[in-house]
């Protein structure tokens, strides 16, 4: 058994043992005590889908992590083999589905593996804590049971994990999550001994929510190549009882735009940096981008907003790919293009199609739209801190700083996880959004300690085990 699933195995054993008794003052393990031991045919599998950098990637022809663990031999991006391995491939005149390398999402982080301790920071532990509610509900982990780090005892698996590559455009994350419904679904059947339809339940923490709410919308059909809209067929939400989202950006975050054109160090002196030419590689990242129309990103003397999505902005402002200094790292991620001139070509081809598969996201989810009958979609946010919300850019440099915070978890603005259309427009006293939630439930928890709030354990609990199902 791996230190990892150790770690994550005793957390949860404990909690089963506790029945979450030592989380006063409310007695969470009395109250789920009864509906947790019904696991009969009433209840749905669950799926639980982790957010930006919450799953393992490796190089399946050697092992060699990509992203996960900090340790000899980890893919590391300061240096020209890392970067490669860590960045997705560019190529000019190809669609983004197409460039593919050999990275393969494989486990679900609850930690990262360092050889000098543990970083702070990042998504994790989220998806460590949400096993653990799932836990005290009774659910069985497959991944958990498959690896030994606990034993069911021969019963089948009602809980499922969701790797899958966060580097890449969201809405590919739909086939595979397809594919994950349908396995848990027959799963559920056969241990039943029956056909009849199953349903499943799904949490999704972050950036997660976004892979969730399109396949709710367009099942297992990532976004056209020719930039047209997929058929809204809620063929996803056939298949799904109850939707959590977690902190989802529903709307971006002014953080995704400082780290594309910044780079980040997760931890200083510890983690390598990731260039902004690196993360400039990712369709992801730019989909985690604020919209134009909400005004968070504005000209610095005007107040003016700036289309972030027109590419001619980013090499005004020399922004990411755009910076000159980056031509260092493009030369290690294009050894074989033998000019500058040709490298930053072929980057500015690759960021134009960033931002185009980014707005074309963000039209197939901001179309105002109600699931039909037998889904509801329940959102859990941050409101109590303040969070970076509204960026200014100097003309003159293109630097951007933080003008303005509002309302959130640290990362996401509470408007963002409600994806409310009232901001950048005359103030309306009732929520405009093309989310039609059943239910939103405010925290005081910061991005990643939401999952840990005890009122995140609650209303799961009673949601998945005590909830009517209509």
């Given at each position: 058994?791996?230190?990892?699933?150790?770690?994550?195995?005793?957390?949860?054993?404990?909690?089963l043992?506790?029945?979450?008794?030592?989380?006063?003052?409310?007695?969470?393990?009395?109250?789920?005590?009864?509906?947790?031991?019904?696991?009969?045919?009433?209840?749905?599998?669950?799926?639980?889908i982790?957010?930006?950098?919450?799953?393992?990637?490796?190089?399946?022809?050697?092992n060699?992590?990509?992203?996960?663990?900090?340790?000899?031999?980890?893919?590391?991006?300061?240096?020209?083999e890392?970067?490669?391995?860590?960045?997705?491939p560019?190529?000019?005149?190809?669609?983004?589905?197409?460039?593919?390398?050999?990275?393969?999402?494989?486990?679900?982080?609850?930690?990262?593996?360092?050889?000098?301790g543990?970083?702070?920071?990042?998504?994790?532990g989220?998806?460590?804590?949400?096993?653990?509610?799932?836990?005290?509900?009774?659910?069985?982990?497959?991944?958990l049971?498959?690896?030994?780090?606990?034993?069911?005892?021969?019963?089948?698996?009602?809980?499922?994990?969701?790797?899958?590559?966060?580097?890449?455009?969201?809405?590919?994350?739909?086939?595979?999550?397809?594919?994950?419904?349908?396995?848990?679904?027959?799963?559920?059947?056969?241990?039943?001994?029956?056909?009849?339809?199953?349903k499943?339940?799904?949490?999704?923490?972050?950036?997660?929510?976004?892979?969730?709410?399109?396949?709710?919308?367009?099942?297992?059909?990532?976004?056209p190549?020719?930039?047209?809209?997929?058929?809204?067929?809620?063929?996803?939400?056939?298949?799904?009882?109850?939707?959590?989202?977690?902190g989802?950006?529903?709307?971006?975050?002014?953080?995704?735009?400082?780290?594309?054109?910044?780079?980040?160090?997760?931890?200083?002196?510890?983690?390598?940096?990731?260039?902004?030419?690196?993360?400039?590689?990712?369709p992801?990242?730019?989909?985690?981008?604020?919209?134009?129309?909400?005004?968070?990103v504005?000209?610095?003397?005007?107040?003016?907003?700036?289309?972030?999505?027109?590419t001619?902005?980013?090499?005004q402002?020399?922004?990411?790919?755009?910076?000159?200094?980056?031509?260092?790292?493009?030369?290690?991620?294009?050894?074989?293009?033998?000019?500058?001139a040709?490298?930053?070509?072929?980057?500015?081809?690759?960021?134009?199609?960033?931002?185009?598969?980014?707005?074309?996201?963000?039209?197939?989810l901001?179309?105002?739209?109600?699931?039909?009958?037998?889904?509801?979609?329940?959102?859990?946010?941050?409101?109590?801190?303040?969070?970076?919300?509204?960026?200014?850019?100097?003309?003159?440099?293109?630097?951007?700083?933080?003008?303005?915070?509002?309302?959130?978890?640290?990362?996401?603005?509470?408007?963002?996880?409600?994806?409310?259309?009232?901001?950048?427009?005359?103030?309306?006293?009732?929520?405009?959004?093309?989310?039609?939630?059943?239910?939103?439930?405010?925290?005081?928890?910061?991005?990643?300690?939401?999952?840990?709030?005890?009122?995140?354990?609650?209303?799961?609990?009673?949601?998945?085990?005590?909830k009517?199902?209509?």
């Amino acid at each position: 058994m791996t230190a990892h699933y150790k770690s994550l195995a005793l957390l949860i054993a404990a909690l089963l043992l506790a029945g979450c008794a030592s989380t006063p003052p409310s007695n969470l393990g009395e109250i789920y005590n009864a509906p947790a031991q019904e696991i009969g045919d009433n209840r749905n599998p669950v799926i639980v889908i982790p957010g930006v950098l919450g799953t393992k990637l490796e190089d399946p022809s050697n092992n060699q992590p990509i992203w996960g663990a900090f340790t000899f031999g980890a893919a590391d991006p300061d240096t020209a083999e890392g970067a490669r391995l860590v960045a997705l491939p560019m190529q000019q005149g190809v669609p983004l589905a197409q460039l593919r390398d050999d990275v393969q999402p494989t486990d679900v982080l609850d930690t990262l593996t360092l050889d000098i301790g543990l970083i702070r920071g990042v998504e994790l532990g989220a998806y460590a804590d949400i096993l653990i509610t799932l836990a005290a509900g009774k659910y069985r982990d497959e991944t958990l049971g498959e690896s030994g780090a606990i034993d069911y005892g021969g019963l089948h698996y009602t809980c499922f994990q969701f790797p899958y590559d966060w580097r890449r455009d969201v809405s590919e994350q739909a086939v595979t999550l397809h594919e994950l419904v349908l396995d848990a679904q027959l799963a559920n059947q056969q241990a039943r001994g029956t056909t009849d339809p199953v349903k499943v339940d799904i949490i999704a923490h972050s950036m997660g929510g976004l892979v969730l709410r399109y396949y709710l919308r367009y099942g297992p059909n990532p976004l056209p190549e020719d930039g047209s809209m997929p058929p809204l067929t809620w063929e996803g939400a056939d298949n799904v009882n109850t939707a959590i989202l977690v902190g989802t950006p529903s709307a971006g975050s002014v953080l995704s735009l400082e780290q594309l054109v910044k780079g980040v160090n997760f931890a200083a002196l510890i983690t390598p940096t990731y260039q902004p030419a690196v993360l400039g590689t990712m369709p992801s990242l730019f989909q985690l981008l604020p919209r134009t129309r909400h005004n968070r990103v504005v000209d610095s003397a005007t107040l003016e907003p700036i289309d972030i999505y027109d590419t001619d902005v980013w090499e005004q402002y020399q922004w990411g790919m755009a910076d000159p200094d980056q031509q260092r790292i493009l030369r290690q991620l294009l050894p074989d293009v033998p000019t500058d001139a040709q490298r930053r070509e072929i980057a500015i081809d690759h960021l134009d199609k960033c931002l185009r598969k980014a707005e074309q996201l963000f039209a197939a989810l901001d179309t105002p739209a109600t699931p039909p009958a037998g889904c509801t979609i329940h959102l859990i946010a941050g409101d109590a801190i303040p969070t970076p919300d509204l960026l200014a850019v100097d003309a003159q440099t293109g630097k951007i700083h933080t003008i303005g915070t509002a309302p959130g978890d640290d990362t996401v603005a509470r408007t963002s996880a409600l994806m409310d259309e009232r901001v950048g427009n005359p103030y309306t006293p009732r929520l405009k959004s093309p989310v039609a939630w059943d239910s939103v439930q405010f925290l005081s928890s910061n991005h990643l300690g939401l999952t840990k709030d005890r009122a995140f354990t609650n209303f799961v609990l009673y949601t998945l085990l005590e909830k009517p199902i209509d």
